[in-house]
């Protein structure tokens, strides 16, 4: 393991195949990722023989603090006759697609997204500064992406429509409704996740995908959210279904914040008393949803109150890359 490029922004770390391999592969820290020496995709990588360079970002800084030109002076001496892939889920598939036409790479984008982007006027992110240029004045990889989408979902086909298509008007789409944006997790359970990166890295094809619909508790959240502004009814019952089937904190409060828009304070309680009595460790509530359901008067049982965080755990000092490795990285 080798420290390419080190910063209080970034950390780009390479893990060499134990035996010689043709192909690359570069995956991308998601939203909630630290700086770390691997993570998203590194096990699966390592573990398929290829050499491997994990790609990380400071939490909060959605990757604004690397540069193009840093990135590329960190991985391109490496990447030079190998056949090189770019692959990563939300922010990290954002980086894919940004990074990954820097060096001509493959590419591989799940629910591409940066939370940052001002056309989304997403407001949680107002104060993160976007330093990186527009996705269609970046180079662009010769390479058409494959990007892995659910289209129910109004914000992913947002940022698909008025970034990624722009720039590669010929991406290959794999489209899974109601999937989530958290498509890869879907596609984990209904183990397909492999064969999907199998093909596509390997083979340079995307296989048959088929995942499961009703009976599926991620199929009937995200139908829920589908259905919630046009269907309310409907929707509150494909997310009690959900619930029913994995119940989960944010799956519960979904449910809630829809029985407290419809009035529903009975039903709310209801929920919140079998929750509390089923003593599932997963699922507490939310600060939000416990202000919402504290301000109608509802009674919150103790079994439901936020739990404390685990303490983050240390993380391991990296390895300095021999001078070889090393090109002009300053940012």
């Known amino acids: ?51 491997h360079i994990f790609v990380a970002q400071r939490v909060g800084t959605q990757y604004q603090g690397l540069s193009s030109r840093v990135f590329r002076a960190a991985v391109s001496p490496l990447c030079a006759g190998m056949d090189t892939v770019c692959y990563g889920s939300s922010l990290g598939a954002y980086a894919a697609l940004y990074y990954g036409g820097q060096i001509d790479a493959r590419i591989i984008a799940a629910a591409p997204m940066l939370p940052a982007w001002k056309v989304l006027k997403n407001r949680a992110y107002a104060d993160v500064v976007v330093a990186h240029s527009p996705l269609q004045q970046m180079r662009r990889s010769r390479h058409a992406p494959v990007v892995i989408y659910d289209p129910a979902l109004p914000r992913d086909v947002q940022m698909l429509n008025g970034m990624v298509r722009p720039t590669y008007p010929d991406i290959r789409e794999l489209a899974l409704p109601f999937a989530g944006h958290t498509v ?3 596609l984990s359970r209904a183990r397909q996740i492999k064969p999907l990166i199998l093909g596509i890295v390997e083979h340079d094809r995307i296989p048959p995908i088929t995942l499961p619909t009703r009976g599926s508790a991620i199929w009937h959240r995200e139908r829920a959210r589908a259905l919630k502004r046009i269907y309310p009814d409907q929707a509150c019952k494909e997310m009690e279904l959900s619930f029913a089937l994995e119940p989960s904190t944010h799956t519960m409060a979904a449910l809630l914040s829809m029985l407290l828009r419809r009035d529903d304070l009975v039903a709310a309680q ?58 002009p990285l300053a940012a």
Not at 277 to 285: E, H
Not at 290 to 308: E, N
Request: proline share 11%; charged share 15%; aromatic share 6%.
């Open 184 to 186: 890869l997790i879907t």
């Open 1 to 51: 393991m080798y420290t390419l490029a080190d910063h209080a922004d970034y950390r780009i770390t390479y893990h060499p195949a134990p035996q010689a391999s043709h192909r690359m592969v570069i995956t991308f820290g998601g939203q909630p990722s630290d700086l770390s020496d691997k993570g998203f995709g590194s096990d699966f990588a390592m573990s398929q023989g290829w050499n």
């Open 270 to 327: 209801q929920v919140m008393d079998a929750a509390a009595a089923a003593d599932n460790p997963r699922v507490s509530l939310i600060p939000a949803i416990l202000r919402d359901v504290t301000a109608r008067g509802l009674v919150v049982p103790d079994a439901l109150c936020p739990r404390p965080a685990a303490a983050p755990k240390p993380r391991p000092a990296g390895v300095n890359a021999p001078a070889l490795l090393q090109g």
